[in-house]
């Protein structure tokens, strides 16, 4: 079974602090996202990395950064939170597109991590 | 980029009766189609997904969805709700041989026993 973990399940930070998100997935998956989930909004696609050291830009970076040191894991930063970063950010990875694979790029999602800012 | 549009944010359904998500995407090109489903309190999975071929999709749990491209639509579909499909729903499109992918809203679906 995929297993994609996320560090914590529920935390809670004030405002301008440094935020670290963790996730870990264990099926060599080359490609890892970070989404915020929120009511009416759906999933939106924060960062994304296809490769280690490699980072590319969602739909709402601002105000986020990515790691990639390790194949295994993704690093969502909040360099100074702010409250509007309230939100359930989920983790998810997936394996690369290959030319006749029927399975390629279903995500596996982690359980999601709830930050409060305040 | 490719966009998805679910058209119900939330609906109430009486069990056994019959269901039916909307879903609109916009691309111009070949996409894979997903749908997944978020029960309460747990992780996001897959319910089913359209890659190629048969454009009506079988999934877990009873659920099917249909793949019309003319229409740019992938409805999802079960004939017959039952208290425990009680969950959030998410379409999900990602343009073909490209790695990422972009959700709709969500359609949360609350099945009274």
């Known amino acids: 079974d995929v297993k994609v973990t996320q560090s914590s399940r529920y935390l809670v930070k004030r405002t301008g602090e440094k935020v670290f998100l963790e996730c870990v997935q264990d099926m060599d998956h080359e490609n890892m996202f970070w989404y915020r989930q929120d009511p009416g909004l759906g999933l939106r696609l924060i960062y994304f990395s296809y490769d280690v050291k490699m980072k590319e830009k969602g739909d709402i970076p601002e105000g986020y950064s990515v790691s990639r040191e390790k194949k295994e894991r993704f690093s969502l930063i909040l360099e100074s939170a702010s409250t509007n970063q309230t939100s359930m950010y989920l983790c998810a990875s997936s394996s690369i597109t290959l030319m006749g694979q029927e399975d390629y790029n279903e995500q596996f999602f982690g359980p999601g991590t709830r930050l409060t800012v305040l | 980029a490719q966009s998805v549009s679910q058209h119900n944010h939330h609906v109430i359904l009486s069990e056994a009766a019959s269901l039916e998500l909307g879903c609109n995407y916009s691309?111009?090109?070949?996409?894979?189609l997903f749908w997944y489903v978020q029960y309460p309190g747990q992780h996001l999975q897959l319910l089913l997904k359209y890659f190629s071929g048969d454009p009506l999709v079988k999934g877990i749990k009873g659920f099917e969805a249909e793949f019309i491209k003319s229409k740019f639509s992938f409805n999802l579909r079960k004939p017959s709700v039952q208290w425990s499909d009680t969950a959030e729903y998410f379409c999900?499109?990602?343009?073909?041989?490209?790695?990422?992918?972009?959700f709709g809203a969500g359609t949360r679906l609350t099945v009274k026993p």
């Open positions: 691309y111009g090109g070949t996409v894979n």
């Open positions: 999900a499109v990602n343009a073909w041989n490209n790695n990422d992918m972009r």
